[in-house]
Every structure is written in structure tokens, then in C-alpha cells.
């Protein structure tokens, strides 16, 4: 496929470029299957996934829980590896760096996760964390420590007088604004961030998703936002891409795969949201049995809850095409009507 009426595409100012990228885990064997010799499997968590993500723009990736979505961002800076595919960043192949040219390509590209705890150390102050971040990367100039840490915590919403505590002494918000201080602290351009307000509650997540906008609009930072609830996706993506088994089913605009959804996955999803439209009352859209990842099936993934089910779905894997500008469905059957619509 050409890139032509992807999302994400340009000529001139993509900054990440994701083609055929696949990840399998090796699936240990039961003692039964070894004595069997049954042969060794890889649950394939991501499977040819393309896309392009343009200088400033931030693209939202959602999907049930175990569609790929960690897999995915982990890949993009090798906290995953790979096994097929090509991820170029800015022209580099991150398929192919290591040692410094790799530490290099991770303060480009920097991380925040669900869990804070994650990329802060419970032993050191914030304020030490904020400045370590900068050091490394020699981005502090002598006798302005205090300045550095003061400028990163109230760029994220914190007063400096909370430098002095450690990581257990914050609210989980004010702990998630600290690991967002300490990513943005190395100068990126680009954040991935994974469910990072999915372990906080909805009033704190409206902050920590303000200040992601607020953020996006000053610094004009370019950023994959990675959450299993679309509302919030809604808020802060100018492109989402939908995930299901592995597979990218539909990517497009907000306005198109939100407001104007084509494959029936992202259409269930839409309708069963909490908050639904009035018309959308009823019985929740998908029935049928979620495959195994361990033993898909031939054909689309979707097939087994799919209401449009037809002979070709379950025999040949449709392919992610444009169906307009800006907008890929992974669907054989298409466009579908759609009488929902954005809330
Ligand atoms: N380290 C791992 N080893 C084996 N299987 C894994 C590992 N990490 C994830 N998986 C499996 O890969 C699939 C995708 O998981 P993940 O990328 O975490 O999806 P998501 O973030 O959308 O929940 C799931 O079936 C999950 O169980
Ligand atoms: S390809 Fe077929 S089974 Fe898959 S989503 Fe489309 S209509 Fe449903
Ligand atoms: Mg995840």
C-alpha cells in the first residue's frame, strides 16, 4: 500500500514512520505439550501494523484490553523488540540502533506509563529526579539547578516547594504530573504515553488530560496517547487509530472514526460507551466469542462477534484501506450507515 490518504501522512513532516511492525511472545509449553511434542507458539500481540504520525499531532490508539496497544508503543522505542517490521523516526531505523545512537533515540522519544512508580525512583526526591533527567543529558547548566527543577514542576501544574518529597508523599495526579515533569525535563520530541490516566480517578483525569492539552499546545509536542477508553482518546487525539487482536481495523481523523465510524468494531465500541446517545439504549452490540490470541482465525478477526459477518470475512483478512482521504477501514464490507455520532 501506498501512503497516500494515510492519516498520518505527508510528505514532508512525518516524524515516525511504523510499516508491517509484528511481535510475538513465545508461549511457554504445558509438561503434557512437551511430552507430546507439540510445537512451541507465539501469541502474536502485534501483527503488520502500519502508520505515520505527522510533526505535532497526536495520535490516539484504543482498543480492548490485550489488543496490542503496549506491545505497540513498547515497540516504537525497543522497551519491545520487534520481529518484522520497520520503524523509522525521524529518518533513523530504530530497528537497527544500539548503544548510544539507542539511549539517544530514547530521550527523543520519551515514555509515560500508567503507573508512575514505573520511571520514578521511590528513594529520590521529585526534585532530584527532575534534575537527573536534565543532567544526563546535559541539559542544566551549572548553578541553576533549583531553576531547572522550579521551571519543570510549575511547566506541569506543581509548585516547587514539592521538590522535596518523595515520590509516596504525592497524589497519584501529582505523581503522574512528576513522571510527565521528568519525560519532558530531556527536551523529546515526541511522548508516548500508555494509559496514563487509567489508574486515576475521573476528576483527576480531566486535570492530568487538560494538562496534556495544555502541554501539546505550548510545546507543540507530537505524541502517541495510548488509553482503552475512548472518551478520553476523544479529548486529545487529532488522529485515532482503533486495535483489535494485534490489528489496526480503522485509523483516521477524530472526526471521522469517531464521528463517522466505518468498521463495526469501532461502531460496538462507540455505542457501548457509558455515556451513550439515547438511541443507542438497548442491548450492547457485540455478542459472540472473543477468539484466543493463541488460535485466531483465518480471515478477519472480528468475524466472531461481527453482526456483518459474510463467507469472504471468514476466509480472507481484509486489508487497512483508505475509503477517503484520511480514513483506512480494515473491513471487506464498507462504508456502513452510522446513525451515532460524537458526544
Ligand atoms: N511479556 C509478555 N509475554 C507474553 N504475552 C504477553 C506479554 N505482554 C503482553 N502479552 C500478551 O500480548 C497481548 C497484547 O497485550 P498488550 O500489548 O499488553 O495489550 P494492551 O496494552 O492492549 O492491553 C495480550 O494477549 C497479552 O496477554
Ligand atoms: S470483514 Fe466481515 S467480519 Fe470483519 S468486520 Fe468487516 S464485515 Fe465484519
Ligand atoms: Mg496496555
Given at each position: 500500500?501506498?501512503?497516500?490518504?494515510?492519516?498520518?501522512?505527508?510528505?514532508?513532516?512525518?516524524?515516525?514512520?511504523?510499516?508491517?511492525?509484528?511481535?510475538?511472545?513465545?508461549?511457554?509449553?504445558?509438561?503434557?505439550?512437551?511430552?507430546?511434542?507439540?510445537?512451541?507458539?507465539?501469541?502474536?500481540?502485534?501483527?503488520?501494523?502500519?502508520?505515520?504520525?505527522?510533526?505535532?499531532?497526536?495520535?490516539?490508539?484504543?482498543?480492548?484490553?490485550?489488543?496490542?496497544?503496549?506491545?505497540?508503543?513498547?515497540?516504537?522505542?525497543?522497551?519491545?523488540?520487534?520481529?518484522?517490521?520497520?520503524?523509522?523516526?525521524?529518518?533513523?531505523?530504530?530497528?537497527?540502533?544500539?548503544?548510544?545512537?539507542?539511549?539517544?533515540?530514547?530521550?527523543?522519544?520519551?515514555?509515560?506509563?500508567?503507573?508512575?512508580?514505573?520511571?520514578?525512583?521511590?528513594?529520590?526526591?521529585?526534585?532530584?529526579?527532575?534534575?537527573?533527567?536534565?543532567?544526563?543529558?546535559?541539559?542544566?547548566?551549572?548553578?541553576?539547578?533549583?531553576?531547572?527543577?522550579?521551571?519543570?514542576?510549575?511547566?506541569?501544574?506543581?509548585?516547587?516547594?514539592?521538590?522535596?518529597?518523595?515520590?509516596?508523599?504525592?497524589?497519584?495526579?501529582?505523581?503522574?504530573?512528576?513522571?510527565?515533569?521528568?519525560?519532558?525535563?530531556?527536551?523529546?520530541?515526541?511522548?508516548?504515553?500508555?494509559?496514563?490516566?487509567?489508574?486515576?480517578?475521573?476528576?483527576?483525569?480531566?486535570?492530568?488530560?487538560?494538562?496534556?492539552?495544555?502541554?501539546?499546545?505550548?510545546?507543540?509536542?507530537?505524541?502517541?496517547?495510548?488509553?482503552?477508553?475512548?472518551?478520553?482518546?476523544?479529548?486529545?487525539?487529532?488522529?485515532?487509530?482503533?486495535?483489535?487482536?494485534?490489528?489496526?481495523?480503522?485509523?483516521?481523523?477524530?472526526?471521522?472514526?469517531?464521528?463517522?465510524?466505518?468498521?463495526?468494531?469501532?461502531?460496538?465500541?462507540?455505542?457501548?460507551?457509558?455515556?451513550?446517545?439515547?438511541?443507542?439504549?438497548?442491548?450492547?452490540?457485540?455478542?459472540g466469542d472473543v477468539p484466543s490470541?493463541?488460535?485466531?482465525?483465518?480471515?478477519?478477526?472480528?468475524?466472531t462477534r461481527?453482526?456483518?459477518?459474510?463467507?469472504?470475512?471468514?476466509?480472507?483478512?481484509?486489508?487497512?484501506?483508505?475509503?477517503?482521504?484520511?480514513?483506512?477501514?480494515?473491513?471487506?464490507?464498507?462504508?456502513?450507515?452510522?446513525?451515532?455520532?460524537?458526544?
Open positions: 500500500m501506498t501512503g497516500a490518504g494515510r492519516p498520518g501522512d505527508s510528505t514532508k513532516d512525518v516524524l515516525l514512520r511504523v510499516e508491517g511492525l509484528t511481535k510475538g511472545y513465545p508461549v511457554r509449553r504445558t509438561l503434557g505439550e512437551r511430552i507430546r511434542r507439540v510445537p512451541a507458539r507465539r501469541l502474536m500481540a502485534v501483527q503488520n501494523v502500519s502508520f505515520e504520525v505527522r510533526q505535532r499531532e497526536v495520535m490516539g490508539i484504543v482498543g480492548e484490553s490485550g489488543s496490542g496497544k503496549t506491545t505497540l508503543g513498547r515497540s516504537l522505542v525497543r522497551l519491545v523488540d520487534p520481529d518484522e517490521g520497520t520503524v523509522l523516526f525521524d529518518g533513523v531505523n530504530v530497528r537497527a540502533v544500539d548503544g548510544s545512537d539507542l539511549r539517544r533515540l530514547r530521550r527523543r522519544v520519551q515514555m509515560v506509563f500508567q503507573d508512575p512508580f514505573t520511571s520514578l525512583n521511590p528513594r529520590m526526591t521529585v526534585g532530584a529526579a527532575i534534575l537527573e533527567a536534565g543532567k544526563v543529558h546535559g541539559l542544566v547548566e551549572t548553578g541553576r539547578h533549583d531553576e531547572f527543577v522550579s521551571r519543570h514542576m510549575e511547566r506541569v501544574g506543581l509548585t516547587a516547594t514539592l521538590a522535596d518529597r518523595r515520590p509516596r508523599q504525592l497524589s497519584g495526579g501529582q505523581r503522574q504530573r512528576v513522571a510527565i515533569a521528568r519525560a519532558l525535563a530531556v527536551g523529546p520530541d515526541m511522548i508516548i504515553a500508555d494509559e496514563p490516566v487509567s489508574a486515576l480517578d475521573v476528576s483527576i483525569q480531566a486535570q492530568i488530560i487538560n494538562l496534556f492539552r495544555d502541554l501539546q499546545d505550548r510545546l507543540g509536542l507530537t505524541m502517541i496517547f495510548i488509553a482503552h477508553q475512548l472518551s478520553v482518546v476523544s479529548q486529545v487525539a487529532d488522529t485515532v487509530a482503533v486495535m483489535y487482536m494485534g490489528r489496526i481495523v480503522e485509523h483516521g481523523t477524530l472526526e471521522k472514526v469517531f464521528g463517522r465510524p466505518e468498521h463495526p468494531y469501532t461502531q460496538a465500541l462507540l455505542a457501548s460507551r457509558p455515556d451513550p446517545n439515547p438511541r443507542h439504549k438497548g442491548d450492547p452490540p457485540l455478542r490470541p493463541l488460535d485466531l482465525p483465518p480471515g478477519c478477526k472480528f468475524a461481527c453482526p456483518f459477518v459474510e463467507d469472504e470475512c471468514r476466509q480472507v483478512e481484509p486489508a487497512l484501506e483508505g475509503t477517503e482521504p484520511r480514513h483506512l477501514v480494515a473491513c471487506h464490507v464498507k462504508p456502513r450507515p452510522w446513525e451515532g455520532g460524537i458526544s
